[in-house]
């Protein structure tokens, strides 16, 4: 190997964990960032790895760092606001791309704006390339596999069960939900993608013998699973981790196409909102982290509505997922395994058998 991995955000919370999954696969990534004595204190920690001084948000020093070989792993976001930076230095470079976005504007840029350009630069670009969106990608994956040629609609949920009291989130995984619940988001509907707000539709999954609600968000699947089976007209991924409040997000989902009349109300709301997620704890609660697992389902059905087939997959907490795919992800690209350029689903990266592997890795399996 004569690429590097070169991560960004490992002196925050899920970076500094995807630095640790990264180093117990026995990659040696440069850490990169603004702030050297953090840097230096976790590269000690670690094993003694490499630093890099670099700013996320501007071209130059992101392209400074990276070669045509290399692979760069981001875990800083809000995705929308620092993660363009990133991107057009990977494009120009030809290099390859991951990150822990979840933030359906952000994925829909790198997919529509950002593909092009890496596919005519020779770069591949995987973003979300954690617990938001691979799991629900490779369970619709083995469950179109199952259905077959009749599959018609395709619905997605993404579930947690059992944890503590404490906190259940990072600090910036709330400030990304707050993103996701008040911008617009998409769906795949009559075989095309479609813009719609964030919990336009709701449903109850079974999950671990309970009915849970989720409510619909845009995601990878959309982009993914018509790929797999071109016949498919509908596309939903349901996220269930609002809990209680998921009516509320639904309620709300009618509400946003007048705040786009008026956006500075929307703005108000958001920087409020994310006021509030500002005060939380950088870490999650060690306990809920603990007792928590990690559902995923998906349902195929055909034009009639009859269900054809139904894939559920569990995992360890959502932390540990995102910091073992992307581990693992990144030593997969660094060894020539990303198959195309362009921006690329999990499935079109790797193939649906490798991935699955992967996933098995970082302990994504099937439920019983």
């Known amino acids: 190997m004569t690429g590097k991995i070169v991560l960004f955000g490992a002196t925050g919370y899920t970076g500094g964990r995807t630095a640790e999954a990264m180093v117990s696969r026995g990659l040696a990534p440069v850490l990169a960032g603004r702030d050297p004595a953090r ?13 890099a001084r670099a700013d996320v948000t501007d071209v130059a020093s992101v392209r400074a760092l990276v070669g045509g070989e290399d692979v760069l792993v981001s875990t800083v976001g809000p995705f929308a606001e620092l993660g363009g930076a990133a991107l057009q230095a990977v494009v120009g470079a030809g290099a390859t791309y991951l990150d822990s976005t979840g933030e359906p504007p952000f994925i829909r840029e790198v997919f529509e704006l950002q593909g092009p350009a890496a596919e005519r630069g020779g770069a591949a670009l995987i973003p979300a390339f ?22 018609d609609r395709v619905d997605v949920g993404y579930f947690i069960a059992g944890g503590g009291h404490g906190q259940p989130f990072s600090r910036g995984t709330l400030d990304s939900l707050i993103g996701v619940a008040t911008e617009r988001a998409y769906a795949w509907r009559d075989g095309g993608l479609a813009a719609e707000p964030t919990g336009a539709r709701m449903r109850s999954f079974d999950i671990a013998g309970r009915q849970r609600r989720g409510v619909t968000i845009g995601a990878t699947e959309q982009f993914a699973l018509p790929a797999l089976a071109p016949g498919l007209r509908t596309v939903d991924v349901y996220l269930g981790w609002f809990g209680p409040a998921s009516p509320v997000v639904h309620a709300a989902s009618r509400i946003t196409p007048l705040l786009d009349r008026v956006p500075a109300v929307g703005r108000t709301a958001t920087r409020v909102a994310r006021l509030a997620a500002s005060r939380a704890s950088a ?32 995992a360890p907490e959502a932390y540990a997922i995102t910091a073992d795919l992307l581990a693992w992800g990144a030593g997969r690209a660094l060894e020539g395994g990303v198959q195309g350029t362009g921006t690329l689903d999990p499935v079109a990266a790797f193939g649906l058998d490798v991935l699955e592997k992967g996933a098995a890795e970082a302990g994504i399996v099937p439920e019983g």
């Open 130 to 151: 954690g617990n938001d969106y691979v799991p629900g990608v490779l369970a619709g994956a083995l469950a179109l596999r199952d259905a077959g040629a009749e599959a």
């Open 283 to 314: 870490a999650p609660s060690a306990e809920n982290l603990a007792r928590s697992t990690s559902h995923f389902v998906a349902e195929v059905f055909d034009a009639t509505g009859a269900l054809l087939a139904r894939t559920r997959l569990v």
């Open 39 to 51: 840097l230096d204190a976790l590269a000690a920690r670690l094993g003694g790895l490499e630093t």
